[in-house]
């Protein structure tokens, strides 16, 4: 089984964005085809390691997470990605929240 | 309307017709006129000087500028309809390209808050972009503390000549304000790590707070400006403010756009029309609302609340169009409704007794 793990803080940034690509730098949409799509296509299982980033916006879960589960399944998703998130249990409640919102 | 029966009728038609399109062109050439001309006094129907003649004793009529003062207190807390007119008639003054000169006097001013500044400086900004010729000049505030306060948050940098001199005995401490085009959480970033040296931001208030910051930014480029293409006054742009009372220990942050009410953005349905703007505010922020009407959207404006509600005492005020609503902590949030219209929306964070050793 080949995993990849990502850290978000490091690879991407720790302050993350908004919505699209076009409102600024560090966006939902930016991090979901730079980063997600290609990880979940080459490798069996992505851990996205979300620790030591300032803050996940809604719009950016939205974007990033949300419209992945909507395409391909909450149970995909859930077989398929893997979340560490130590510090901030609201944000990590979000995030399931938003791709539940998709899949509904 | 019934199709003509006859060819008379079909002749009176053709000529009605003929008659009200040869109405619009007129008055399509003469607005294109005016602008290209970057006059309006030359075109009587889109006369802004004559409509806003009667202002008060604050205001003066020159031939090419006008002074206007500022009013004595300028506060959305306490003064909201009285700050709400005044900036209503300044936008106005500074949508016509008549003026070459603005000048404002603060010298009656007695205490101005620091969002009333932020929305100064919003609506400075707006005028220079639309008319870049204006020159602005002003006459400093007699009080000490305010000159002090207007220098620390950066507005003298909007005007031309000398910064006035202070003393240094203001008590509250400011950094200067912020502005951008796009959603950039590294100006947020940033923005907190100065309040970390004086507030004990747990790891989940930052983030809410972060969260709050960024989603106000991302509503700016998503919603506020629909009009951005056919609105010439219209500029996206978002105003950040952060500031600590060092004597009450409070830690405030302000944020500011020009875009379109909350209100409007979110009045697609039919049951919102007949509700007030500040109930649909209300219920925008408690329970999220979203003019896209689908159930993945309308999280943005909760996420402002959810720092004041994690925090020990605080308030969160919207001021958008005629409405505001105020999120206390732990009490019913306070609707209220003016009869002048702020255009764009103010939020303001208020965390009290927040700042370390105090």
């Known amino acids: 089984m080949k995993i990849k793990t990502i850290n978000f803080a490091k690879e991407f940034t720790d302050c993350p964005g908004g919505r699209l690509r076009i409102y600024g730098e560090f966006s939902g949409e930016e991090f979901r085809e730079n980063f997600l799509r290609p990880a979940l296509a080459e490798f069996d299982k992505v851990v996205i390691d979300l620790n030591g980033v300032v803050g996940l916006p809604a719009s950016f879960l939205d974007e990033a997470f949300g419209v992945l589960a909507g395409e391909m399944g909450l149970q995909k998703i859930h077989e398929k990605m893997e979340f560490q998130l130590a510090d901030n249990p609201i944000a990590l409640t979000e995030l399931h929240e938003v791709m539940k919102a998709h899949t509904a | ?358």
């Open chain 2, 1 to 358: 309307m019934p199709p003509a029966t006859n060819e008379k009728q079909f002749q009176k038609r053709v000529r009605l017709e003929r008659r009200r399109l040869r109405k619009l062109l007129k008055a399509r050439r003469r607005r294109r006129c005016a602008r290209r001309r970057g006059s309006f006094r030359q075109c009587p129907p889109l006369l802004v000087v004559k409509a806003i003649k009667p202002v008060s004793s604050h205001f003066e009529l020159q031939e090419t500028s006008f002074n206007y003062s500022v009013p004595p207190r300028l506060d959305f807390a306490n003064d909201a309809e009285d700050t709400l007119r005044f900036f209503d008639k300044l936008r106005i003054l500074l949508s016509a390209r008549t003026w070459r000169a603005v000048h404002l006097d603060h010298s009656k001013c007695e205490y101005i808050s620091p969002e009333a500044v932020l929305v100064l400086i919003a609506e400075l900004y707006r005028g220079d972009k639309f008319n870049p010729k204006l020159k602005k000049l002003c006459t400093f505030p007699q009080r000490n503390e305010i000159r002090e306060l207007l220098q620390q948050i950066g507005y003298f940098r909007y005007f031309r000549g000398e910064v006035p001199t202070t003393q240094g005995s203001l008590k509250q401490h400011f950094l200067s304000h912020m502005h951008g085009k796009l959603t950039k959480g590294s100006t947020v970033k940033s923005l907190l790590d100065h309040f970390s040296e004086v507030f004990d931001f747990t790891v989940q208030s930052k983030a809410l707070l972060y969260n709050a910051l960024i989603e106000c930014m991302n509503n700016v480029l998503e919603h506020a400006y629909p009009n951005r293409k056919t609105d010439e006054f219209s500029y996206v742009e978002w105003w950040l403010l952060g500031y600590r009372d060092s004597t009450t220990g409070d830690i405030y942050f302000c944020f500011f756009d020009q875009g379109e009410c909350i209100p409007k953005t979110i009045r697609t349905r039919l049951k919102d029309k007949i509700r007030s703007g500040s109930a649909l505010i209300r219920q925008a922020v408690e329970e999220g609302v979203s003019r896209t009407k689908k159930n993945t959207r309308g999280r943005g404006l909760p996420s402002l609340k959810k720092f004041v509600d994690e925090a020990i005492d605080g308030d969160l005020s919207i001021v958008s169009h005629k409405n505001q609503c105020i999120f206390h902590k732990g009490r019913e949030p306070r609707e209220s409704t003016f009869n002048s219209v702020l255009r764009g929306t103010l939020i303001t964070w208020n965390i009290r007794g927040a700042i370390k050793n105090t």
